[in-house]
């Protein structure tokens, strides 16, 4: 088999991507370790920029998002308690959108299934020969057999673990990694949060928040020391009064679904792309959870690559291909920066609050600078 361009990977970036492609006319087939349902179960957040969904509308990738989506006009940041509101935006069509992943992930699929772009699920690449050659050819496996595809590209969407961004030699790349010393522990609970708004607390104890979802559900968060685990955690009653005397407000207490456990690193390459094979989205970055870039991230990487690809195929010029990186990174570096800055902010990093973090979180709330690019950040650069 031959495909223009082979796509490793239907997490939400493999996914736009071949959307995006399929509206170009350019040929493209997804491979995908996992089965649908699991693709479909994932549960993750969603806080998408204005520009974003701008794009997932009008490329038709998602038929839900502007009715299903939540607009957020204003977060609540929690000093110890004590609310500041911080307004995003005077009108919902100006502002980012909570829409989660697997609202994403599942407008995706359909849309990807309505065009009958191919996907083969539980296919899983095993390497990659002859990249320096004319064409690709892909080695994946299926029900316990061999395959190959041949291709002009391969594009690895194929996240953090994925083997695309190791399919790159070490001399190749390079990268920038730093595992945090918090975690969070993240839980949904039944009906909708006590504020319309997302709050954000930080708190001489800890960083906690508070967000609604798409499914009229409530998502909590927790900073918890990193090396936690499952066994380690208190009594469901004690983590509600730990959430609630952080937040600074009451919340209606309930099941907790979709417990989980997540450590937080901040890593990026300022390789993606080498010869014939491209990286694109966790691949190539994963940012710390808070400010919700991750996904934003990825959909701006393939919206860059299906552009240079269109250029390539459609204008025959492979200009937009060659400066992929440098765009991306162009896009990228000042999300990572604040991104982190953000984290580093909001999160109980040593026994004592530090006079520098406090500071700089009283400038967020008064200096309209810092406010400004605050709103910006969240909203999209
Ligand atoms: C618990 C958790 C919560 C998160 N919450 C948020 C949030 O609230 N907001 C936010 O913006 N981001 C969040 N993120 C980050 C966000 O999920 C990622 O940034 C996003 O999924 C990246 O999309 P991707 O398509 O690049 O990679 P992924 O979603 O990782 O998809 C990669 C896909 O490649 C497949 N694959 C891997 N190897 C192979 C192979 N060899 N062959 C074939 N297929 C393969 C995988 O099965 C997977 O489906 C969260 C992440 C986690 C872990």
Not at 6 to 27: D, F, K, Q, S, T
Not at 247 to 274: C, I, N, P, W
Not at 275 to 294: C, E, F, N
Request: neutral net charge; glycine residues 6%; contains cysteine.
């Amino acid at each position: 088999m031959y495909k223009q361009i082979v796509i490793i990977g239907a997490g939400p970036a493999g996914l736009l991507l071949a959307r995006l492609l399929h509206n170009r006319g350019i040929e493209c087939i997804i491979l995908e370790n996992r089965n649908e349902p699991f693709l479909r179960e994932l549960n993750r957040g969603g806080f998408l920029e204005k520009e974003i969904v701008r794009t997932l509308v009008e490329e038709k990738a998602s038929k839900k998002i502007l009715a299903k989506g939540i607009s957020i006009t204003q977060i609540d940041i929690h000093i110890n308690g004590e609310k500041h509101a911080i307004p995003l935006a005077s009108t919902p069509n100006k502002t980012a959108i909570i829409y989660d992943q697997k609202n994403i992930v599942a407008d995706l699929l359909e849309s990807i299934k309505a065009d009958e772009i191919p996907i083969i699920f539980e296919a899983k690449a095993q390497r990659y020969e002859s990249l320096d050659g004319d064409k690709v050819k892909i080695i994946y496996t299926l029900d316990g057999q061999l395959y190959d595809i041949n291709c002009d590209y391969v594009v690895g969407c194929d996240g953090y673990r994925g083997i695309s961004r190791r399919s790159i030699p070490r001399h190749a790349i390079t990268e920038k990694k730093e595992e945090l010393p918090y975690a969070w522990l993240e839980w949904i609970t039944e009906g909708t949060p006590s504020s319309a708004h997302p709050i954000m607390a930080f708190h001489k104890t800890g960083f906690a928040m508070q967000i609604i979802n798409a499914n009229q559900q409530t998502r909590y968060y927790l900073q918890i020391k990193r090396g936690t685990e499952k066994d380690d955690l208190p009594p469901q009653k004690e983590i509600w009064d730990i959430l609630e005397k952080r937040l600074g407000v009451q919340v209606a207490r309930g099941e907790m679904f979709h417990q989980k456990l997540d450590y937080m690193r901040s890593f990026h390459t300022d390789t993606m792309q080498y010869k014939r094979l491209m990286i694109a989205g966790d691949a190539a970055h994963q940012v710390p959870r808070l400010g919700s870039k991750g996904i934003n991230m990825a959909f701006k990487d393939v919206i860059l690559l299906a552009d240079a690809f269109y250029h390539l195929y459609k204008k025959e010029t492979n200009s937009h291909l060659e400066n992929y990186t440098k765009q991306c990174l162009e896009s990228h570096l000042k999300t990572i920066a604040y991104t982190n800055f953000l984290n580093q902010l909001f999160h109980k990093n040593e026994d004592e609050i530090p006079a520098k973090q406090a500071t700089d979180i009283q400038q967020l709330l008064t200096d309209e600078n810092k406010k400004q690019e605050f709103i910006q950040f969240l909203i999209g650069f």
